[in-house]
């Protein structure tokens, strides 16, 4: 029989776990977001991380920006908010406009603030098996739930389809810290289908819709969909053809409802963990 992963149940367990922690503290959480871009989703995100923090009791303030803004004000902000010790957590969403530098912008994030572990530091420790200030949201959010479905990895052949930096590539660092045996697919690797077959963890982070079908997975297979993909009628759906594919996977992950949730859920505790780090011996 299949199990649907219940991303949203599982985050939700880490969301009420955080406002009961943070009800007994004395100083709050903050985290700061700055949206310089006009996309519609970017802004649907940005509006959901503050109403998360918010919820859980976090101190939140969101920087919104028009096309004016240039990279120096930009860098001076980020100086700001590097300095300012009521601000644990620095996010920047992405994109930014096309005029600006998000690379440079990144890199100036303080890495102990750098909430969304981008920060070339945080990679590196990643990728050195070592602990970063935080880990990338998306990656630690599947791990999270494939140790929730207690699903054993070490030694499993797992295959990650997609190689972002904030998506595939940390994925990949953080199944092979667990011991799992992993290949990166992306939009040039050749006969994905053979390599998909073979695996017993699929993680598909492309944003094509209806990659993954049912004769690419072999059965009893675990499917983590990652992927986020339009309907011209509005609706979401991911990488995988869900409704086949879950006839032969053991666990499988809906969209939505499965990893978006948790990468929320992973965003929230990186702050809350972010703001302990800097608090060591004051709370
Ligand atoms: P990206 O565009 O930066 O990377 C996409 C990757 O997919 C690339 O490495 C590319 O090589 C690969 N790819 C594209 N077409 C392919 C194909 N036909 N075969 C194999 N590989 C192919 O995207 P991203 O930022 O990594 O995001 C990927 C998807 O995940 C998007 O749909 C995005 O919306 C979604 N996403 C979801 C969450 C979440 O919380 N659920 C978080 C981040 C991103």
Same mark, same amino acid.
């Given at each position: 029989?299949?199990?649907?992963?219940?991303?949203?149940?599982?985050?939700?367990?880490?969301?009420? =776990?955080?406002?009961?922690?943070?009800?007994?503290?004395?100083?709050?959480?903050?985290?700061?977001?700055?949206?310089?871009?006009?996309?519609?989703?970017?802004? !649907?995100?940005?509006?959901?991380?503050?109403?998360?923090?918010?919820?859980?009791?976090?101190?939140?303030?969101?920087?919104?920006?028009?096309?004016?803004?240039?990279?120096?004000?930009?860098?001076?902000?980020?100086?700001?908010?590097?300095?300012? &010790?009521?601000?644990?957590?620095?996010?920047?969403?992405?994109?930014?406009?096309?005029?600006?530098?998000?690379?440079?912008? $990144?890199?100036?994030?303080?890495?102990?603030? =750098?909430?969304?572990?981008?920060?070339?530091?945080? !990679?590196?420790?990643?990728?050195?098996?070592?602990?970063?200030?935080?880990?990338?949201?998306? &990656?630690?959010? $599947?791990?999270?739930?494939?140790?929730?479905?207690?699903?054993?990895?070490?030694?499993?052949?797992?295959?990650?389809?997609?190689?972002?930096?904030?998506?595939?590539?940390?994925?990949?660092?953080?199944?092979?810290?667990?011991?799992?045996?992993?290949?990166? #697919?992306?939009?040039?690797?050749?006969?994905?289908?053979?390599?998909?077959?073979?695996?017993?963890?699929?993680?598909?982070?492309?944003?094509?819709?209806?990659? $993954?079908?049912?004769?690419?997975?072999?059965?009893?297979?675990? !499917?983590?969909?990652?992927?986020?993909?339009?309907? #011209?009628?509005?609706?979401?759906?991911?990488?995988?053809?869900?409704?086949?594919?879950?006839?032969?996977?053991?666990?499988?992950?809906?969209?939505?409802?499965?990893?978006?949730?948790?990468?929320?859920?992973?965003?929230?505790?990186?702050?809350?963990?972010?703001?302990?780090?800097?608090?060591?011996?004051?709370?």
């Amino acid at each position: 029989m299949t199990t649907i992963i219940d991303g949203k149940l599982c985050a939700k367990k880490i969301l009420d =776990d955080l406002k009961q922690k943070t009800k007994k503290l004395q100083k709050k959480p903050a985290l700061a977001v700055i949206l310089a871009n006009d996309d519609a989703s970017s802004k !649907v995100y940005v509006a959901s991380k503050e109403k998360h923090s918010l919820d859980l009791g976090f101190d939140s303030c969101v920087y919104r920006f028009d096309k004016s803004i240039t990279q120096g004000e930009l860098i001076k902000l980020i100086h700001e908010l590097n300095e300012n &010790p009521n601000i644990n957590g620095i996010l920047v969403q992405l994109p930014l406009f096309k005029h600006l530098n998000s690379q440079e912008i $990144i890199e100036l994030i303080n890495p102990k603030k =750098d909430v969304d572990g981008f920060h070339p530091i945080n !990679v590196g420790k990643l990728n050195c098996g070592l602990e970063p200030y935080a880990i990338c949201c998306t &990656p630690k959010g $599947i791990i999270k739930l494939l140790k929730e479905y207690k699903i054993n990895l070490t030694g499993k052949n797992a295959i990650v389809i997609g190689r972002s930096n904030i998506v595939g590539k940390p994925t990949a660092t953080l199944l092979t810290n667990e011991n799992a045996t992993v290949t990166l #697919a992306h939009s040039k690797t050749k006969n994905l289908k053979e390599l998909t077959k073979n695996a017993d963890i699929i993680i598909s982070a492309t944003g094509v819709a209806k990659l $993954i079908k049912a004769d690419m997975v072999k059965k009893g297979a675990v !499917v983590i969909d990652v992927g986020i993909n339009k309907q #011209a009628n509005g609706k979401l759906i991911g990488d995988v053809d869900f409704e086949k594919v879950k006839n032969i996977a053991s666990y499988i992950t809906p969209v939505p409802g499965g990893v978006g949730p948790m990468t929320i859920a992973c965003l929230m505790e990186n702050t809350y963990e972010l703001f302990l780090a800097q608090n060591k011996g004051i709370i």
